[in-house]
């Protein structure tokens, strides 16, 4: 049986990641069902503690998540999971944007004017990619 699954990054501000993320990809963040939230306070299967509002909506603080607009079939979700720890270390894993027709450069610039930190450029034959890093520091690449 083949297994399906979903990203998952650690993050101090999992919301505005997510934020950032979505605008990055042309990605949507999921939405909250506030409703729900409040009756799992209600019923005592959450604490007000679990949750903060985002943007004036009431979230559950331990993460948020985004999707592809054409839905899970199309690509995996990504999750953002709080965490208080820091980022210490490079990572051993990042994802790498494909641009398809569009100017790689044209989604560096506006991902450096979002807060991104440019690394370096890389090429291996005719293929050539920018690494950045998130606000968080979370790497990443560009290519088409």
Same mark, same amino acid.
């Given at each position: 049986?083949?297994?399906?699954?979903?990203?998952?990054?650690?993050?101090?501000?999992?919301?505005?990641?997510?934020?950032?993320?979505?605008?990055?990809?042309?990605?949507?963040?999921?939405?909250?069902?506030?409703?729900?939230?409040?009756?799992?306070?209600?019923?005592?299967?959450?604490?007000?503690?679990?949750?903060?509002?985002?943007?004036?909506?009431?979230?559950?603080?331990?993460?948020?998540?985004?999707?592809?607009?054409?839905?899970?079939?199309?690509?995996?979700?990504?999750?953002?999971?709080?965490?208080?720890?820091?980022?210490?270390?490079?990572?051993? &894993?990042?994802?790498?944007?494909?641009?398809?027709?569009?100017?790689?450069?044209?989604?560096?610039?506006? &991902?450096?004017?979002?807060?991104?930190?440019? &690394?370096?450029?890389?090429?291996?034959?005719?293929?050539?990619?920018?690494?950045?890093?998130?606000?968080?520091?979370?790497? &990443?690449?560009?290519?088409?």
């Amino acid at each position: 049986m083949a297994y399906t699954f979903q990203v998952t990054m650690d993050s101090a501000a999992p919301h505005a990641l997510a934020d950032w993320w979505a605008e990055a990809l042309g990605w949507e963040v999921e939405p909250s069902d506030e409703e729900f939230i409040r009756k799992m306070i209600a019923a005592g299967r959450a604490t007000e503690e679990d949750t903060t509002t985002h943007r004036g909506v009431l979230v559950w603080k331990a993460g948020q998540g985004i999707r592809h607009p054409e839905g899970l079939e199309r690509a995996p979700r990504i999750l953002f999971q709080f965490i208080e720890e820091p980022k210490t270390v490079k990572n051993r &894993l990042h994802l790498d944007v494909r641009t398809g027709e569009e100017d790689p450069r044209a989604l560096v610039e506006r &991902l450096l004017a979002k807060g991104a930190e440019h &690394l370096h450029e890389g090429n291996q034959g005719p293929f050539t990619w920018t690494t950045l890093t998130d606000p968080e520091g979370n790497e &990443l690449c560009v290519s088409h």
